[in-house]
């Protein structure tokens, strides 16, 4: 097992302190609980938004303040788990409601009957499921959410579900071990077997459902919010993603119309696997490891799950590594793990001036997207990384024809750079329940976002934070240039905005105006509004989850030029 597997598998010190404080509060609440349910104090409220659960972790329910009346213990001061609570108070509010494991077997520890927080529409998205802990999704929600995500899987492959193989992993989060056991429950209650791979990045879990060929997974995660969230990511066969039109609706409409009363009977297995040595061999093998040369490299793990699953890597390659937040901590102690926002990377930007590193490299909370910071201090556009990828592995697998997939809010780069190394560019849909699929049906070999997801057909398809940070390694090396030497070409000739969001009242009226005003262009309707002009072009689009436009633009002619027809356009949009 490499070195830091076995931190991750039994959660770190973090989830060992949280353990201890589970089992100190759970000690003092069950002594008081046994005298309740004694005296019968306490009884089962068969509401239809409550149940009665074995194991079951409770909390207010969902719009209360501290959830009020006899279970106004639950959250000490009317803390909200949800909204940043300490860990004491955090903890507390999973102890009503749920005994220690050990003692199951004592008929007076059994689980006390509390009512179920209702699992709100708004935490089914458009490419998984998340929320706030403790205020949109407890560990009720996430049993319901298990049982209902293996009864989907059921139908999707026309086979009952008891035949179902499933993976299971997850991240860093101090909520994480709890979450991930009642989603973990719910698709055993339904009956299937789950193989359990603890914590793990993202991609580790495609990798598990992918090797194993397993009938799909889940990842419990919430990637790069703050850590107050929590959520899972959902894959059918293959680690195919399921989406708000295929699967994520259905796992919904289940958990709203009522799971019913499993049946003790048809109870599934679990069996804990560990995927690290499996992972990292196969993700080596899209390089020559004797290729890359000792760089000097920033790496920034946001303490999220890149440090366990990329380190053992770049430790292989004999690289000289500047480690910043490195260690899982489900605190987030330093910054939010999401380096596209950019008051989160100005840490590893300054620390590669600092040090004249040859580059940085920063990943999101699961690890499952990577950005890069030249030798300069510069920001790696995605755009551009998405370019530098595919000549490379273009380059690597000389006797084509290959696809590439790329982003359709892309700088022209993409797609000019793909043409000349002899591939054929494809735009698509943004979001990874469309680049998946459309990799497989394309053969593409290659596919990538502005957004730092990148694709991999000999990866599953599926999107790895792994996978670019070798072969930039790589590239780098072969090549004997720095990285902002490879960019200077992008940087000369392509003017690119950036993602621009504004607020709108009415997104679909602001995009007919901006259509009707730019008839004359070349208009395509494949994600939002897309116009493109002989010199320009740009793409607008609604949210998913907010009422917000996105806009997105590219000038070959100069950055002035650029920033004007950008104010035009924004002018438009604001009103």
């Not at 909204?83 to 003692?103: C, S, T």
């Not at 973990?184 to 992918?210: H, I, N, P, S």
């Not at 000349?420 to 990874?432: D, E, I, K, L, Q």
Request: hydrophobic share 40%; net charge negative.
């Amino acid at each position: 097992m490499p070195p830091m597997a076995h931190q991750n598998r039994t959660s770190g010190r973090c989830s060992r302190r949280w353990r201890a404080k589970v089992a100190a509060l759970a000690r003092s609440r069950r002594s008081r609980a046994r005298g309740d349910r004694r005296a019968n104090a306490w009884s089962c409220q068969y509401q239809p938004s409550s149940r009665c659960t074995a194991g079951s972790v409770s909390g207010p329910r969902f719009g209360e303040a501290g959830g009020g009346g006899e279970h106004a213990d639950v959250v000490p001061g009317g803390a909200q788990p949800g909204h940043g609570a300490a860990l004491d108070d955090l903890v507390a509010a999973q102890v009503v409601g749920r005994v220690e494991v050990g003692d199951r077997e004592d008929p007076d520890d059994r689980p006390i009957i509390a009512p179920r927080m209702p699992v709100p529409a708004e935490i089914f998205k458009a490419y998984d499921v998340r929320g706030l802990y403790g205020e949109q999704l407890d560990g009720d929600g996430a049993e319901a959410i298990g049982r209902a995500f293996a009864r989907t899987l059921g139908e999707l492959a026309g086979k009952p579900v008891s035949e179902l193989r499933l993976g299971l992993g997850r991240d860093m989060r101090l909520t994480a071990p709890e979450m991930a056991a009642r989603y973990r429950d719910g698709m055993t209650a339904e009956g299937a077997a789950v193989l359990d791979a603890g914590q793990v990045g993202t991609e580790m879990l495609y990798f598990l459902v992918g090797s194993r060929e397993l009938d799909g997974g889940l990842m419990c995660t919430a990637s790069h919010n703050p850590k107050a969230y929590t959520g899972a990511k959902l894959v059918r066969e293959g680690a195919i993603p399921l989406s708000g039109d295929t699967g994520i609706a259905d796992v919904q409409a289940k958990v709203e119309a009522g799971l019913g009363e499993p049946d003790p009977a048809a109870r599934g297995t679990v069996e804990e696997v560990d995927v690290y040595a499996g992972f990292h061999e196969a993700a080596l093998r899209f390089i020559d490891p004797a290729n890359v040369r000792p760089l000097k490299v920033v790496v920034d793990g946001g303490n999220g799950m890149a440090g366990p699953m990329v380190g053992p890597l770049l430790e292989r390659l004999g690289l000289d590594l500047v480690t910043t937040y490195w260690e899982p901590d489900g605190e987030l102690p330093d910054h939010e793990p999401n380096p596209l926002l950019e008051e989160n990377r100005r840490f590893i930007v300054d620390k590669v001036r600092e040090t004249g590193a040859d580059l940085g490299i920063a990943w999101d909370g699961d690890a499952d997207r990577c950005f890069f910071i030249d030798d300069t201090g510069a920001f790696v556009d995605g755009d551009f990384l998405t370019a530098i990828l595919a000549e490379h592995l273009l380059v690597k697998r000389a006797g084509g024809p290959h696809s590439i997939l790329y982003d359709l809010r892309a700088s022209r780069a993409v797609a000019d750079t793909v043409h000349a190394a002899g591939g054929t560019a494809h735009a698509n849909r943004v979001g990874h329940a469309f680049f998946k699929p459309r990799m497989r049906d394309e053969g593409a070999i290659f596919g990538g976002e502005v957004s730092g997801h990148y694709y991999f057909r000999d990866f599953y398809n599926a999107d790895s934070g792994t996978v670019p940070a070798l072969l930039i390694l790589e590239k780098l090396s072969v090549e004997g240039k720095t990285l902002s030497e490879v960019l200077e070409p992008y940087h000369a000739r392509y003017f690119i905005s950036g993602e621009i969001n504004s607020e709108v009242d009415d997104a679909p009226a602001r995009m007919a105006e901006l259509e009707e005003r730019h008839a004359d262009g070349r208009i395509s309707h494949v994600d939002g509004l897309s116009v493109d002009y002989d010199d320009w072009h740009f793409n607008v689009r609604p949210s998913n989850t907010e009422p917000l436009l996105r806009l997105t633009l590219e000038s070959l002619v100069s950055r002035e030029d650029m920033e004007r027809r950008r104010d035009e356009l924004l002018a438009v949009i604001r009103g």
